[in-house]
Structure formats: C-alpha cells, structure tokens
C-alpha cells in the first residue's frame, strides 16, 4: 500500500465561518492498481505532513488517524466491491434496505461573499441548474449574515434555501438571528453555534424558537452515530460526513440510527476531488437532502465520478466500488 499526499487548487478561494483556504490537501492510498482518498479539513487539526509519516513508520498507530481510517476503510471496501462486481450503493442497501423516497435533489454552496453584487449574479447563473442552494453564514458580522440571504433569495426566488453557520454565531444570538431570517423561508438552519456548547444549548435554542421556526440541523455537534440520542429530542436533523464518522459502515450506522430517532439526513462532504465525493453520494438515496459538490471547487479535479443533469438531478456512476475513474 502506497500513501501520499495530493494538494487540491481551488478555483477560487473558499471562505467560511473557520476561515478562508485557497488549497486543500486530501490522503490519498494506492493498493494493487486501487485508489481511495480521505480529505484533511484544517479545523479539524490533523496535519497531513504528521498522518503521513505515521502512515510510513513500521506499525501502523492505532487508534488511527480519522482521515487514515477512512481511506484504509474505503480500500477496503472498493476490493470487496470490485471483487464482487458490486456498487458501493449495494453495501448501503444491505444495512439501510431499499431507499423510500426518491433521489433528492442536488445542491450547490456558496462561500461567503466579499461582494454581494457579483454573489448575486453568481446565484442566478446557479439557480438555473441547481434548485437547492447552500448559503455559508458565520461570517463575524449579523449584518452581512442577514444580506447574504436576503441578496441569494432575491436572486433564487424559488430556491430551498440551506443556511450553513458552521458555529459562526454565539448561542445567545442565534434564536434572534433564525427568527430574522424566517423571512427569507430557509429549508434549515444547520450548526448555528459552536459544537463546544453541548446538547443543552441545542435545547435552549429550540425553547427559544417559534413552533413555525424552520428545522435545525446538527453538523459539527454531530460527529458519528453516538452523538446522535443526545441531540435527538433538540434538533430535526444530522449532516453525516465520511470523514466524520471514520468509515463507510459508520455512516451507515449514524444515518440508520439517525432514522431510528425521527431525524432527517443531510448527506455531506467536505472540499475533495470527485474521488472522495463519488464514494460519499452512493448514500445519496437514504438521505433527504444531499450536499456534494466539494469537487466543484477544485481546479486541478483528476477525477470523474458524479455528475448532475440540467435540472440539478445527481447522477451516480454505473460501475463496480466507488466508481470513480482518472481523468
């Protein structure tokens, strides 16, 4: 097994609540003409340089690193699929069963703006195609927060709107924040503050919120299945991440108990090549919204995986494991 490091160019910057990256580094492990990827997410305080020469000491460290977990899981998983002639969506289905509901639909994000003008000609062009749009709120400032969304629904009048914070607000701000932007009819509020604030602050937010107040999505409090009973009584629904849960089987996991409770499912990915988003989407069918398009950022994209029609419809590749193929 070869690992290495593979560093992602972005298009253009990528700007969110814990910060701004102009590049991304994913780990990347080759097996026997294989390939599977695992992305480092800067807030998370891996560094790739360190996992990397953990990965080339003599015995591997255990408990592993969580990006090293998931692309040593995902080789796992694409030899057992490869060797059967199965799609990774074949593994979600012998855990999950058939999927209820329809395909949701694709959505696109956006970074926060520096320039609400250009923002707005940017969600236009996007709305044509994609009909759910994922707006990155936090950015230090209520005021630009607000503009944000009320510039994106002007300009995307019909458009589910998904409102990420990813913590950028102060538990005490937030029921005063959701409750302003009611107005602008957002689908979800997703991590309005930081995950240091436990469960309680979750519960004090949904006391502090209308029963109209649009639905309450955990991301970054909910790191894998076992966070899940905690949050379930105060919030409507999860992200659930790869690279969060460490493996394929922990995302099945976190989404059937997710299910169990009532909760709804945001299928999530972070900023990675459409090696690492194609493996994400083969849960696509259990989750009632769907947000992978992290490989849209990247200039220097080597791989072809997924792809979404003209009406913003995801469309999974019909080949064995993840499915993805070099450029």
Not at 25 to 38: F, I, N, S, W, Y
Not at 88 to 112: D, N, T
Not at 276 to 281: I, M, P
Request: charged share 20%; aromatic share 6%; hydrophobic share 45%.
């Amino acid at each position: 097994m070869l690992f290495s490091l593979r560093t992602l160019n972005l298009a253009e910057p990528f700007r969110i609540a814990h910060g701004t990256s102009a590049t991304r580094q994913v780990l990347r492990l080759e097996d026997d003409g294989l390939t599977t990827e695992a992305p480092f997410v800067p807030y998370y305080g891996e560094v790739p340089e360190e996992t990397l020469a953990l990965l080339h000491s003599a015995a591997l460290p255990v408990p592993l690193p969580r990006t090293a977990a998931l692309a040593l899981d995902l080789m796992r998983q694409e030899r057992e699929c490869r060797a059967s002639g199965r799609s990774l969506s074949a593994v979600a289905r012998e855990k999950l069963g058939e999927p209820v509901h329809p395909m949701p639909q694709g959505c696109r994000s956006f970074s926060i703006p520096e320039d609400l003008g250009l923002f707005h000609d940017r969600v236009c062009e996007i709305a044509r195609q994609f009909h759910v749009l994922k707006l990155k709120l936090g950015s230090g400032d209520l005021g630009l927060d607000l503009a944000i969304v009320a510039v994106a629904r002007r300009a995307a009048p019909q458009a589910h709107l998904l409102l990420d914070v990813n913590g950028g607000w102060e538990p005490s701000e937030s029921p005063m924040m959701i409750q302003k932007l009611m107005d602008y009819r957002p689908a979800l509020i997703e991590q309005p503050f930081h995950h240091r604030h436990g469960p309680e602050a979750w519960e004090a937010l949904r006391s502090d919120l209308p029963a109209n107040a649009p639905s309450l999505f955990a991301d970054e409090s909910a790191q894998n299945a076992a966070d899940v009973p905690a949050l379930a009584p105060w919030v409507d629904g999860v992200n659930v991440k790869l690279l969060k849960c460490g493996s394929f089987g922990g995302a099945l996991t976190m989404i059937d108990l997710a299910r169990e409770h009532g909760l709804q499912v945001l299928l999530g990915c972070m900023i990675e090549s459409s090696l690492g988003t194609t493996a994400a989407a083969h849960l696509a069918p259990w989750a009632d919204w769907i947000d992978l398009d992290g490989h849209f950022y990247v200039a220097n994209d080597d791989y072809r995986g997924i792809e979404y029609d003209s009406e913003g419809h995801l469309l999974l590749p019909d080949r064995p494991g993840i499915g993805a193929i070099p450029r």
